[in-house]
């Protein structure tokens, strides 16, 4: 009898790492560090694999702290978790940043082609014939973006130390089963990307109905999108350093 109960009180522990992975994953810095991300899709089948890649090196930091806890039964120093967590708002801060000066710079290009066509001049703009418009450009460039997955993957290796996630871990040291402690650790991660693989093709909705259709509001997204990031990135700094005494 006392083994079943402690089997069901596993299986329970092992459940609610699985529901707290995806709970985790909307806390409201990873949505705002995600959405700046997938701002610059317009399909949403890539801005799935956005978060994925978010979730996935997420999972690998969780994976790297929670072995060395596990192995030689280590905890996270509040100090220590509280400067991951100030680092989660200056990669904010940088995020919103990068969307900003990306929407700024399109602004320029978009308006010298404009100067152009005001002064009535022939402007050839083939999109199969210039190197700037290949293929290879749109997909290191453009849409297609595969660089981005990279980003969304580091990011969400920095998410992965901070916050309620290193709390999280803390979990780990009172696990007496390695084997145990890496399961749990294995479904708190695949939460986490399910989770957040289905709110980037949430947060990317907006960018993908307003990017043929209505540029001018897409651009506005886009902008407010990296305001919002650097305002919250700045909140975040203040709220750690100086309120939580990080400093």
Avoid: C
């Avoid at 596993?10 to 806390?27: N, T």
């Amino acid at each position: 009898m006392e083994e079943q109960l402690a089997e069901l009180g596993l299986f329970a522990a092992l459940v609610l790492g699985l529901i707290l992975g995806s709970k985790h994953s909307l806390d409201p810095d990873h949505v705002v560090a995600v959405s700046t991300i997938v701002s610059e899709y317009k399909n949403p089948l890539r801005s799935f694999w956005v978060g994925i890649s978010w979730g996935l090196g997420h999972t690998t930091t969780l994976l790297i702290i929670g072995i060395a806890i596990i192995a030689l039964r280590l905890t996270i120093p509040e100090r220590m978790a509280l400067l991951f967590e100030f680092g989660v708002g200056v990669m904010l801060v940088a995020l919103g940043a990068q969307v900003i000066y990306s929407f700024r710079k399109k602004k320029v290009h978009q308006h010298a082609h404009g100067h152009q066509e005001d002064e009535a001049h022939q402007h050839f703009h083939s999109h199969s014939a210039t190197p700037e418009h290949t293929p290879a450009h749109h997909e290191t460039h453009g849409i297609g973006k595969p660089f981005l997955r990279k980003k969304s993957y580091l990011v969400g290796t920095v998410h992965g130390v901070a916050g309620s996630a290193a709390l999280t871990l803390l979990v780990l040291a009172s696990i007496e089963s390695p084997l145990v402690g890496l399961v749990y650790i294995l479904l708190f991660g695949l939460g986490s990307v399910i989770s957040m693989g289905v709110m980037t093709v949430i947060i990317g909705l907006p960018f993908v109905v307003s990017a043929g259709r209505l540029p001018n509001i897409n651009r506005t997204i886009q902008f407010a999108v990296g305001t919002f990031s650097i305002i919250f990135g700045g909140f975040l700094m203040y709220q750690i350093g100086f309120v939580d005494g990080l400093f």
